[in-house]
């Protein structure tokens, strides 16, 4: 007696339609698949158009902000050896200047690479919060600051980059000059382009989070700490509410990031999530309403995804 033989014909034909159904939402979901590879496939950007992307770096964070004033904000530039891989990536999106470089806090997944952008790269402004760490790392940043004849700006809550009406770029944390974790010194920015807003939280926990008095409301949020499970607050979320998410990690990461928890709160609270680790580079793109996100890996352009009615 075959295996088969269990399936009565009622079940069997339960099962073509299953596999129907998957066959055709694979279809579908393939039609509007386009390969962005690393984003240098994208269309250019559109006039007045904030573009971000979440450059993959493996487990760390790097962030590249084409404002829609044309200025150019880099934050954070992953572990010691992305920092070449993330000055060739900001090359290919024809930038050559950074107007404003932010390192969110002395860890090296975030400053790692700093030294290489700095050294390669126009630095225009450099902001990091006031925390000071013994390593290497940190002196390498400090080191090609001063080679390039730079001084650091101090990243702290209310400190604004740039506000002209219509896009707004601030700092929301950290609120307190120290903190026991120096995740918690993460530097958080806050961009407001009209209707549309970012967030971008660094390694911020959830003592950070809770010190917050700033409005952190915002349609995509950049997951702190890599999704894990010591940021991302109930609170916090609460106050965001955001439509979308990227966390930024490391394909098999030692930390086990994104922390199951942190991903079922996402999923609670109704956000689209992106991954570094699953999606490879995320783009976002906004003109100050709704927004537009394109991924590497999955090569699906999910550019008819407006999510303009998803935001709360
Ligand atoms: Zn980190």
């Not at 219509?166 to 929301?172: E, G, H, I, K, R």
Request: charged share 25%; aromatic share 8%.
């Amino acid at each position: 007696m075959s295996k088969h033989k269990f399936y009565g014909k009622k079940r069997y034909y339960t099962l073509i339609f299953v596999l129907a159904v998957l066959i055709a939402a694979f279809v579908y979901s393939t039609a509007t698949k386009t390969s962005i590879h690393g984003g240098v496939a994208l269309e250019e950007r559109a006039e007045d158009a904030l573009r971000v992307h979440y450059i993959d770096v493996g487990q760390g964070d790097s962030e590249l902000i084409e404002l829609p004033n044309d200025e150019v904000m880099l934050i954070d530039a992953g572990e010691n050896d992305k920092g070449g891989l993330v000055a060739d990536y900001v090359r290919s999106q024809g930038i050559d200047k950074i107007d404003y470089l932010v390192g969110t806090h002395p860890h090296s997944d975030h400053i790692g690479g700093l030294d290489t952008v700095i050294d390669e790269l126009e630095i225009g402004k450099i902001y990091m919060p006031r925390a000071s760490s013994d390593t290497k790392t940190f002196s390498d940043v400090l080191d090609a600051v001063e080679r390039k004849g730079l001084s650091v700006n101090s990243a702290k809550a209310g400190v604004e980059i740039l506000n002209d009406g219509d896009l707004s770029v601030t700092f929301v944390a950290p609120v307190r000059e120290a903190y026991k974790s120096l995740n918690n010194v993460s530097a958080i920015v806050k961009i407001v382009y009209k209707g549309s807003s970012f967030l971008f939280t660094g390694d911020a926990e959830e003592q950070a989070e809770g010190d917050i008095t700033a409005d952190v409301r915002a349609d995509i949020l950049k997951v702190g700490h890599h999704g894990s499970s010591t940021s991302s607050s109930w609170d916090f979320l609460d106050r965001v509410k955001p439509s979308c998410a990227v966390i930024s990690c490391g394909e098999g990461n030692d930390y086990g990031h994104p922390h199951t928890e942190t991903l079922e709160k996402l999923s609670d609270i109704g956000a689209a999530v992106y991954r570094t680790d699953l999606d490879g580079t995320v783009i976002i793109e906004t003109q100050g309403d709704g927004y537009t996100v394109y991924t590497e890996n999955s090569e699906e352009n999910r550019g008819d995804n407006n999510y303009e009615n998803q935001r709360k």
